[in-house]
């Protein structure tokens, strides 16, 4: 076998952050085969959607230089020669960003977002710019625009048929099908747990403010925030480590662990979801994992004056601060007439623009209710958390990701019920801003597509997640590649 058709295969058996350095170091493979592996993988995947921008030439020219330094015998990088991905909302250097609208089509941000900096600062080699739902409105990724394959909409690696849920969706969907080893997305009430969950990898939304929300196109500033996505827990302990600079990591014993069964997020789930969750909770159980259950969590009744409402309210001003600030010379108004998905064309006209809220009672004014939930309705939320993370001595809860595995990818998708399943266990922690990690459980018996189980801890809390994360992985084992 040629080394370039091992390097391949190496990908396609599910090749991590450590394993790679690993072999560049012993000299068995060199960056320019990783990373040529990796685009060929994504021009394989163009029915995927996975793209909005590959940047083959600069990645090789990357690749090469970091051959060059290590066989020079120049001390390396964390990241050195090692492939990553970008959200698209995300500010690249020299590389378009467009938020997945063509709004944003010509924009070439100058200077890298700072989480970007910080990984490629660590040698980190980005390979591209992935699509999204666009501008980030959206639990599906379902995007009419910036589609390379003859589908609408970036698609599920392990069946593309499917979504590969939103807003991450090329993010999650390109670590799916490994054209990478490693992303950054973005989360503002699922979007860094969703896709991950659909698409068999692992992620971290970090507690709020932890990860810098500059060069960021935003949605709501309270609730936005960076994360990274990864093949292990151990690599996205690597990849948080290098982003905040901290690194130490607590020593937890298996049998000392409490996590917390809130009864209310685990309603609605599909067939799939329900066997692997159930497994993985008794396979936890017989390592000496404790399990409380919740009846009375009452954290999703809390999150529904909130959620939706603090995100609507700060899209009308956050857009229009930050289309000022990045000199766009274009109005928020002029923004919205380039929308081209549907539902969120629908949600600028009806909602953003004219600051209307969407109740029972039909649309009112949004300003009064984000008073309320500012002012009162986000720290109930905070406070009922802290309650149940004291009363039961617990160290997260625990609940499936998602509700169901990837819904198909047609116009049902824009049913209501389908965004409520996909986003009703992700929302309250978001609004709470508090930490979260997304960890792949297995493949449904009878979809063969990924479930995801999410665990919510304490705020400042994510290592001590993340060391959670790789323990209960150590357990459960890693989802099969795509």
């Known amino acids: 076998m040629k080394l370039f058709e091992a390097i391949t295969h190496s990908l396609l058996t599910d090749i991590t952050i450590t394993e790679a350095v690993n072999a560049l170091c012993k000299g068995e ?67 378009r960003s467009t938020a997945g609208t063509p709004a944003f089509s010509d924009y070439i941000p100058n200077e890298d977002a700072p989480t970007v900096a910080k990984l490629r600062d660590a040698g980190a080699i980005i390979i591209g710019k992935t699509n999204m739902h666009e501008l980030a409105f959206g639990a599906t990724g379902y995007n009419q625009a910036y589609n390379t394959g003859t589908g609408m909409g970036v698609r599920n690696p392990y069946d593309s048929s499917r979504i590969a849920g939103g807003s991450s969706s090329g993010s999650a969907a390109a670590l799916g099908a490994r054209m990478a080893l490693a992303a950054l997305g973005t989360d503002t009430g699922g979007s860094m747990r969703i896709p991950p969950a659909l698409n068999g990898c692992a992620s971290l939304r970090p507690s709020a403010g932890r990860y810098s929300n500059k060069g960021v196109i935003p949605i709501a500033e309270s609730r936005d925030t960076v994360g990274p996505m990864a093949l292990s827990m151990s690599d996205l302990t690597l990849l948080d480590s290098i982003v905040t600079d901290e690194f130490e990591l607590p020593t937890i014993a298996t049998d000392e662990l409490r996590l917390g069964l809130p009864t209310e997020f685990w309603r ?17 159980k017989s390592h000496g ?42 109005s928020i108004e002029d923004l919205a007439k380039k929308i081209c998905s549907p539902d969120v064309r629908a949600i600028y006209d009806e ?132």
């Open 351 to 482: 909602w953003v623009l004219p600051r209307k809220m969407p109740t029972v009672d039909g649309l009112v004014d949004v300003e009064p209710l984000y008073n309320a939930a500012q002012n009162g309705g986000r720290e109930l939320l905070r406070k009922r958390y802290q309650e149940l993370f004291i009363q039961h001595n617990l160290d997260a809860l625990i609940f499936p990701t998602t509700a169901m595995v990837a819904p198909l990818a047609n116009d049902d998708i824009y049913q209501p019920a389908n965004f409520e399943r996909l986003i009703q266990n992700t929302e309250p922690s978001a609004s709470a801003g508090i930490p979260s990690i997304q960890i792949p459980v297995g493949l449904g018996n009878s979809t063969g597509l990924p479930v995801g189980m999410e665990l919510d801890g304490p705020k400042g809390s994510d290592r001590r997640l993340l060391a959670i994360g790789q323990i209960l992985e150590s357990i459960i084992g890693r989802v099969p590649r795509a």
């Open 29 to 95: 493979m060199t960056s320019v085969e990783l990373v040529k592996a990796c685009l060929e993988r994504a021009e394989q995947g163009k029915e995927l959607n996975i793209f909005i921008t590959l940047d083959g030439e600069r990645a090789l020219k990357a690749a090469q230089e970091a051959d060059d330094q290590r066989l020079s015998g120049q001390a390396m990088k964390p990241l050195s020669g090692i492939p990553i991905v970008i959200k698209d909302n995300i500010h690249t250097a020299g590389l």
């Open 289 to 330: 994992v404790t399990f409380i259950t919740i009846e009375d969590a009452g954290l999703q009744a809390l999150n529904e004056p909130v959620g939706f409402t603090v995100v609507i309210h700060e899209a009308y001003d956050c857009m229009v601060k930050y289309l000022s600030e990045y000199n766009h010379n274009i």
């Open 268 to 284: 609605n789930l599909d067939s799939d979801t329900e066997d692997l969750a159930q497994k993985t909770i008794d396979k936890l």
